[in-house]
């Protein structure tokens, strides 16, 4: 099915542990986003990219790390997991077009124990 | 920097109209983005205002003003699956700069 997905859904991991969130588009858009959302600060931007090979920072990128080999992969990797990245990642992706709609992913709740 | 405002939580009757109000003070603004978020799920798309006034889409609509960086989002003839967040989205060179969200709750 043509879309927007991520993997996995669910994860709990242990401090200090690397984890990595993956997500994948069908619809060869340009840009990809990543957000983590958390009780009373909304959607917060990571990472995002423009096109393969291009990421710039977001908001809140300390900690994470991201890659863009392919238009349609865009995968997040915390590489020494912290109890204060326990939080709700969503992927999203949007055409080129200054107006086109970011798409979201359904999401993957994170556990950091 | 970003900074848009809306409120925490509105409650509605099942029928009724409801307005959620985004206040935005953002830099290099293109737009204004409204989204829909029921609990446990993806946001979704609900409206795009780039000019001043009002966009209709059946029984919701949603205005702008740039210059008073102003939004709301109106939702009529409420129904119980309306129950959801709304989120309040900037945009800004291809970004989006979201509010905390409006959780508005529709009661029988």
């Known amino acids: 099915d043509a879309g927007i997905t991520q993997s996995p859904r669910y994860k709990i991991t242990e401090t200090g542990r690397q984890v990595t969130l993956m997500c994948h588009q069908t619809w060869s858009h340009s840009y990809m986003f990543w957000y983590r959302q958390d009780l009373g600060h909304g959607l917060r931007l990571i990472y995002y990219?423009?096109?393969?090979?291009?990421?710039d920072k977001g908001e809140v990128p300390d900690g994470y790390v991201v890659s863009r080999s392919k238009t349609e992969n865009f995968p997040l990797t915390l590489e020494s997991a912290t109890r204060s990245q326990t939080s709700v990642y969503f992927c999203a992706s949007k055409g080129a077009g200054g107006a086109d709609t970011q798409y979201f992913g359904p999401g993957t709740r994170l556990t950091v124990l | 920097g970003q900074n848009i405002d809306q409120p925490t939580e509105m409650t509605a009757t099942e029928g009724a109209i409801v307005q959620i109000n985004c206040t935005y003070q953002t830099s290099g603004f293109n737009g204004l983005f409204w989204y829909q978020q029921h609990a446990g799920e993806a946001p979704t798309f609900l409206s795009y205002n780039v000019l001043d006034g009002l966009e209709e889409k059946g029984r919701f609509s949603s205005f702008l003003s740039r210059s008073k960086g102003y939004s709301y989002l109106l939702l009529k003839e409420l129904q119980m699956k309306d129950s959801a967040s709304y989120l309040c989205?900037?945009?800004?060179?291809?970004?989006?700069?979201f509010g905390a969200g409006t959780t508005v709750t529709v009661r029988a």
């Open positions: 989205a900037s945009s800004n060179d291809y970004k989006l700069s």
């Open positions: 990219s423009a096109a393969a090979d291009i990421t």
